[in-house]
Protein backbone atom coordinates (compact mmCIF):
# COMPACT_ATOMS: atom_id res chain seq x y z
CA UNK A 1 0.00 0.00 0.00
CA UNK A 2 1.48 3.44 -0.95
CA UNK A 3 0.91 6.45 1.19
CA UNK A 4 0.51 9.83 -0.68
CA UNK A 5 1.13 12.82 1.67
CA UNK A 6 -1.27 15.60 1.44
CA UNK A 7 0.09 19.41 3.39
CA UNK A 8 -2.17 21.75 3.62
CA UNK A 9 -0.24 23.93 5.60
CA UNK A 10 -1.08 27.35 4.10
CA UNK A 11 -3.59 30.25 3.02
CA UNK A 12 -3.93 32.58 0.60
CA UNK A 13 -5.85 35.83 1.58
CA UNK A 14 -5.78 38.37 -1.20
CA UNK A 15 -7.39 42.07 -0.30
CA UNK A 16 -7.70 44.40 -2.61
CA UNK A 17 -10.95 45.57 -2.39
CA UNK A 18 -12.83 47.61 0.52
CA UNK A 19 -14.66 43.90 2.01
CA UNK A 20 -14.18 42.26 4.43
CA UNK A 21 -12.88 38.50 3.97
CA UNK A 22 -11.24 36.00 5.96
CA UNK A 23 -10.35 31.93 4.74
CA UNK A 24 -9.59 28.68 6.94
CA UNK A 25 -8.25 25.58 6.00
CA UNK A 26 -8.75 23.76 8.60
CA UNK A 27 -6.89 20.42 7.50
CA UNK A 28 -3.01 21.30 8.89
CA UNK A 29 -1.27 17.68 7.55
CA UNK A 30 -3.20 14.82 6.23
CA UNK A 31 -2.10 11.17 4.63
CA UNK A 32 -4.50 9.58 2.05
CA UNK A 33 -3.79 6.34 0.45
CA UNK A 34 -2.89 5.78 -3.06
CA UNK A 35 -6.26 5.54 -4.92
CA UNK A 36 -8.49 6.58 -2.06
CA UNK A 37 -10.32 9.74 -2.20
CA UNK A 38 -9.27 13.18 -1.13
CA UNK A 39 -10.91 15.90 0.37
CA UNK A 40 -9.37 19.11 1.49
CA UNK A 41 -11.38 22.18 3.58
CA UNK A 42 -11.47 25.33 2.96
CA UNK A 43 -14.10 27.74 4.38
CA UNK A 44 -14.34 31.35 3.95
CA UNK A 45 -16.34 34.93 5.11
CA UNK A 46 -16.70 37.59 2.51
CA UNK A 47 -18.85 40.64 2.57
CA UNK A 48 -18.60 41.39 -1.41
CA UNK A 49 -18.29 39.61 -4.56
CA UNK A 50 -16.13 36.82 -4.06
CA UNK A 51 -13.17 34.93 -6.68
CA UNK A 52 -12.19 31.58 -4.73
CA UNK A 53 -9.22 29.71 -6.19
CA UNK A 54 -7.05 26.48 -5.23
CA UNK A 55 -3.55 26.49 -5.95
CA UNK A 56 -0.27 23.37 -5.53
CA UNK A 57 2.62 24.18 -5.03
CA UNK A 58 5.42 20.66 -5.26
CA UNK A 59 8.47 20.77 -3.73
CA UNK A 60 11.14 23.31 -4.95
CA UNK A 61 8.50 24.75 -7.12
CA UNK A 62 6.46 27.46 -7.46
CA UNK A 63 2.25 27.85 -7.19
CA UNK A 64 0.00 26.25 -9.89
CA UNK A 65 -3.20 27.50 -10.31
CA UNK A 66 -5.97 24.17 -10.28
CA UNK A 67 -8.85 25.85 -10.41
CA UNK A 68 -11.37 28.58 -9.76
CA UNK A 69 -14.83 29.85 -8.96
CA UNK A 70 -15.98 33.04 -10.57
CA UNK A 71 -19.27 34.16 -9.21
CA UNK A 72 -22.28 32.50 -10.58
CA UNK A 73 -24.74 29.89 -9.07
CA UNK A 74 -25.11 29.29 -5.71
CA UNK A 75 -23.65 25.86 -5.63
CA UNK A 76 -21.48 24.53 -8.50
CA UNK A 77 -19.05 22.03 -8.76
CA UNK A 78 -15.49 23.57 -10.70
CA UNK A 79 -13.46 21.19 -12.47
CA UNK A 80 -9.56 22.20 -12.60
CA UNK A 81 -6.78 20.40 -14.23
CA UNK A 82 -5.20 16.72 -12.99
CA UNK A 83 -8.37 15.13 -11.79
CA UNK A 84 -9.32 17.72 -9.23
CA UNK A 85 -12.64 19.63 -8.40
CA UNK A 86 -13.99 21.94 -5.99
CA UNK A 87 -17.30 22.17 -4.55
CA UNK A 88 -18.79 25.74 -4.25
CA UNK A 89 -21.90 25.85 -1.44
CA UNK A 90 -22.59 29.95 -0.95
CA UNK A 91 -24.87 28.84 1.69
CA UNK A 92 -21.88 26.78 3.91
CA UNK A 93 -19.48 30.03 2.94
CA UNK A 94 -17.53 26.49 1.96
CA UNK A 95 -15.23 25.38 -1.32
CA UNK A 96 -13.92 22.07 -0.66
CA UNK A 97 -11.08 20.14 -2.97
CA UNK A 98 -11.46 16.82 -4.04
CA UNK A 99 -9.89 14.27 -6.60
CA UNK A 100 -11.57 10.74 -6.49
CA UNK A 101 -8.42 9.28 -6.31
CA UNK A 102 -5.17 10.17 -5.28
CA UNK A 103 -2.28 9.18 -6.85
CA UNK A 104 1.73 9.52 -5.20
CA UNK A 105 2.74 12.61 -7.21
CA UNK A 106 -0.46 14.49 -5.44
CA UNK A 107 2.30 14.98 -2.15
CA UNK A 108 2.36 18.40 -1.83
CA UNK A 109 1.14 21.61 -0.29
CA UNK A 110 -1.99 22.79 -1.06
CA UNK A 111 -3.62 26.91 -0.77
CA UNK A 112 -7.35 27.98 -0.88
CA UNK A 113 -7.14 31.47 -1.75
CA UNK A 114 -10.00 34.31 -1.80
CA UNK A 115 -10.37 37.63 -3.28
CA UNK A 116 -12.73 40.51 -4.00
CA UNK A 117 -11.03 41.26 -7.25
CA UNK A 118 -11.89 40.41 -10.33
CA UNK A 119 -9.30 38.28 -11.72
CA UNK A 120 -7.43 39.91 -14.75
CA UNK A 121 -7.44 43.44 -12.71
CA UNK A 122 -4.33 44.64 -11.40
CA UNK A 123 -3.04 42.77 -7.88
CA UNK A 124 -5.47 40.31 -8.70
CA UNK A 125 -4.95 36.41 -7.13
CA UNK A 126 -4.80 35.00 -10.89
CA UNK A 127 -1.46 35.82 -11.21
CA UNK A 128 0.72 32.76 -11.31
CA UNK A 129 4.06 31.59 -12.89
CA UNK A 130 4.32 31.35 -16.44
CA UNK A 131 4.81 27.24 -16.65
CA UNK A 132 1.66 26.41 -14.97
CA UNK A 133 -1.42 25.48 -16.78
Keep these: MTLVF ?3 LGVLL ?12 PDGHITVSEGARLELSCNYSSSGTTYLFWY ?3 PNQGLELLLKYL ?11 K ?13 HLRKHSAHWSDSAKYFC ?8 TTGGAE ?7
Design 71 to 81: PGPSDALVQGI
Design 83 to 95: GFEAEFKKSEKAF
Design 127 to 133: HKPSETL
Design 113 to 120: AVSDTAPG
Design 56 to 58: VQH
Design 14 to 25: FLRGTGAQSLTQ
Design 6 to 8: ILT
